[in-house]
Nanobody
């Protein structure tokens, strides 16, 4: 069965950093575009970062310069490194694997930024 499992979330003070891994099983990660979304109560789900099969990346303007998405195909894992975190970054962060024919979602990891 296909599984995407996010981890690394938790509570952090403003200005802190977190690294979120998304580990895939049942699929070969290198064949998929990988996305990180986030969703907070009362807000629309937002695409945070994307990395394509060839390594091309995209970041939403709200996190550009503070976040880095990367992939380790040997470990079948994608990472989201987040620095200089702000309270408005608080959300559930979700990982997806995307192809022309398939779209898989993880269940998310909670990130809370507060003092």
């Amino acid at each position: 069965q296909v599984q995407l499992v996010e981890s690394g979330g938790g509570w952090v003070q403003p200005g802190g950093s977190l690294r979120l891994p998304c580990a895939a099983s049942g699929i070969i990660l290198s064949r998929y575009t990988m996305n990180w979304y986030r969703q907070a109560p009362g807000k629309q789900r937002e695409l945070v970062a994307r990395i394509g099969r060839t390594g091309n990346t995209y970041y939403t303007g709200a996190v550009k310069g503070r976040c880095t998405i990367s992939r380790d195909n040997a470990k079948n894992t994608v990472f989201l490194q987040m620095n200089s975190l702000k309270p408005e970054d608080t959300a559930v962060y979700l990982c997806t694997a995307q192809s022309l024919a398939e779209n898989y979602w993880g269940q998310g990891t909670q990130v809370t930024v507060s003092s």
